[in-house]
């Protein structure tokens, strides 16, 4: 276990910068979740902790100690992967023993440590197999238990997920989160779904493009996104945006020629920013559909149905405004529009973000 501090670390591959002046804490035990889209750091950063990678700046620091210089094995991390990388021509039993053995551990000790894993991982029966007579899911298991065999004081785990269906990895999600917790051991955990994220993190690190854009409690970044990009990133579909001017306490919609009246709450955010370029922010499961405008206190604007997508809990309505934008609502019970069918957007100041647009940061959030 430990606490693992990245201080300014930036990564070059010739001229492509990978990762930009990359810092983080974490606390010893703690489940970090790094997310973004493919490209933008995510593997550099993970491979840096383990020492497989050089950093072009900065320092990696292991419980107060600098390891930026150490080697991989010294560090004492285990990394999971997508691909799994298990030995294909040693059984489960060798692929576990593996990592202790080159270390010289007595084997009796070994033989308590395998019992002990796979037991935790539910894969006592698959001992004797090869890797090319397990599933994915089984595979993925005994490439986690490879990880936990040795204890190591930093687990690295690289999209592991990424390559089993949908109902396997939610079950492999549970179970690495029970798993960690019980464990207590340090964990970054890489990803490009924000829903995983979100569901995994104690706390979530965006990158975007080598560089770090929020880190924060899935509640803190779904409340109070840094920019609009975080903003987009967290939550699915995405947060429906729309360009306004803002002048006094009123907002002038871009795409509508509606004002908005603003609270109390949100003119003196805009005022002490002093910014005009705006973007509102209003989240899907935010907006509610109806026949009329809205009355005193509330938001309307008006809209076209264009499609509507049952998910099954809820239902996705794909909704137009006259500017061909389109607006996000997620609504719960069933709706009786169609597509083609008039309807009015309805959402309340208290549920609007307001971003800089130039300066592209958030000005007012959720209320807390
Ligand atoms: N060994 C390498 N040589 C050159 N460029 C690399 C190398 N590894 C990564 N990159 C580049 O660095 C950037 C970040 O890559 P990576 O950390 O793998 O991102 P992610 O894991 O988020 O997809 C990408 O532009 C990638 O092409
Ligand atoms: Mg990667």
Request: charged share 25%; proline share 5%; with cysteine.
């Amino acid at each position: 276990m430990a606490r693992v501090e990245v201080r300014h670390v930036s990564k070059s591959f010739g001229n492509i910068t990978a990762v930009e002046d990359f810092s983080l804490v974490t606390s010893d035990g703690e489940f970090i979740a790094l997310v973004g889209p493919s490209g933008c750091g995510k593997t550099s950063i993970m491979r840096m902790i383990a020492g497989l990678e050089t950093v072009s700046e900065g320092q990696v620091l292991f419980d107060d100690k600098d390891v930026t210089n150490e080697l991989p094995r010294d560090r004492d991390v285990a990394m999971v992967f997508q691909n799994y990388a298990l030995f294909p021509h040693l059984n489960v039993y060798s692929n576990l023993a593996f990592g202790l053995q080159l270390r010289k551990t007595p084997k009796a000790e070994i033989e308590a440590r395998v019992k002990n894993v796979v037991r935790m991982l539910d894969i006592e029966e698959l001992l004797s197999r090869r890797p090319r007579e397990l599933s994915g899911g089984q595979r993925q298991r005994v490439a986690l238990g490879r990880a936990i065999m040795r204890e190591p004081r930093v687990f690295l785990m690289d999209e592991p997920l990424s390559n089993l269906d949908a109902a396997l990895r939610m079950e492999m999600r549970a179970e690495i989160i029970k798993l960690q917790e019980r464990l207590g051991i340090t964990t970054f955990y890489v990803t490009h779904d924000q829903v995983e994220a979100l569901s995994m993190g104690d706390r979530v690190v965006v990158m975007r493009s080598g560089r770090l854009q929020q880190v924060g409690t899935p509640m803190e970044l779904y409340e109070r996104p840094t920019n609009s990009y975080v903003a987009g990133f967290i939550g699915s579909p995405p947060m429906n945006f729309l360009a306004a001017r803002a002048n006094g306490s009123t907002l002038t919609l871009e795409v509508q020629d509606v004002e908005l009246e603003l609270s109390g709450r949100l003119s003196a955010a805009l005022r002490e920013s002093g910014s005009a370029n705006i973007l509102l922010g209003v989240r899907p499961e935010h907006v509610a559909l109806s026949d009329h405008p809205a009355s005193d206190g509330l938001y309307s604007l008006e809209a076209t149905v264009d499609t509507v997508e049952p998910l099954g809990h809820t239902i996705l309505v794909r909704t137009k405004l006259s500017s061909q934008q389109h607006i996000n609502v997620l609504v719960s019970e069933k709706i009786p529009w169609r597509a083609g069918a008039g309807v009015h957007l309805i959402f309340r100041p208290e549920h609007i973000y307001l971003f800089d647009k130039e300066a592209d940061r958030l000005l007012c959030g959720l209320p807390a």
